[in-house]
């Protein structure tokens, strides 16, 4: 397996690395925060575990909410893509797909639904529910970036369209890492919820 460049390395953990990741092939030492452009949630502080209520632990789990700085001068859009890194194989698993989001700061409320949102690996557009076996941990790298250009892709594209799209039109990138655990989920027993006398 390919390492990844030091650029991206010096920004993620060890578990957290795999050579698939979009940033490796779309970003670069010069784009990687470039002008301060950086990415966070106010859910999880960077390397801290995801709640339960982002993953399929709980049954009305949602998307986290993402905050992000101003992307460098001319950047038209902004797309992000959130990616398990500890799949195997030569593609991390696509967790989200995101795009259609103004090229300038802003945010993605907890649950909001994005403008434009492409498949994930189960081939479903919306939040894939972070689902590791009972503890197994995974870590899952969310990546923004910004371009020079609009994209003109239809909702419903998949990972590899959606990175060919921006391919050579960056401007600036930023990463954020969160593991998550598998526990057992909330609602796993019933007792408390039926009278059996």
């Not at 995101?98 to 492409?118: C, I």
Request: aromatic residues 10%; contains cysteine.
């Amino acid at each position: 397996m390919p390492d990844l460049p030091d650029w991206l390395s010096a920004a993620l953990p060890e578990a957290a690395r795999h050579h698939g990741l979009a940033v490796a092939s779309l970003g670069d030492a010069k784009t990687l925060g470039k002008g301060g452009f950086k990415l966070w949630s106010p859910a999880f502080k960077v390397g801290e575990e995801l709640d339960p209520c982002f993953t399929a632990v709980e049954e009305d789990a949602v998307a986290p909410p993402l905050e992000w700085s101003a992307p460098p001068p001319g950047s038209q859009e902004l797309v992000i893509f959130v990616e398990e890194a500890s799949s195997g194989g030569d593609e991390p698993a696509a967790q989200w797909v995101v795009w259609g989001l103004p090229g300038q700061k802003g945010k993605l409320l907890e649950g909001e639904v994005p403008p434009r949102s492409g498949k994930n690996a189960l081939g479903n557009s919306e939040w894939l529910l972070p689902d590791p076996p009972i503890g197994e941990t995974r870590h899952y790298v969310f990546q923004i970036f910004s371009t020079d250009l609009p994209l003109t892709i239809m909702p419903g594209a998949n990972r590899e369209e959606v990175k060919k799209a921006i391919e050579g039109f960056v401007t600036g990138c930023a990463v954020l890492y969160a593991p998550f655990t598998g526990v057992e989920a909330a609602d796993a027993d019933f007792e408390d919820d039926f009278d059996f006398d």
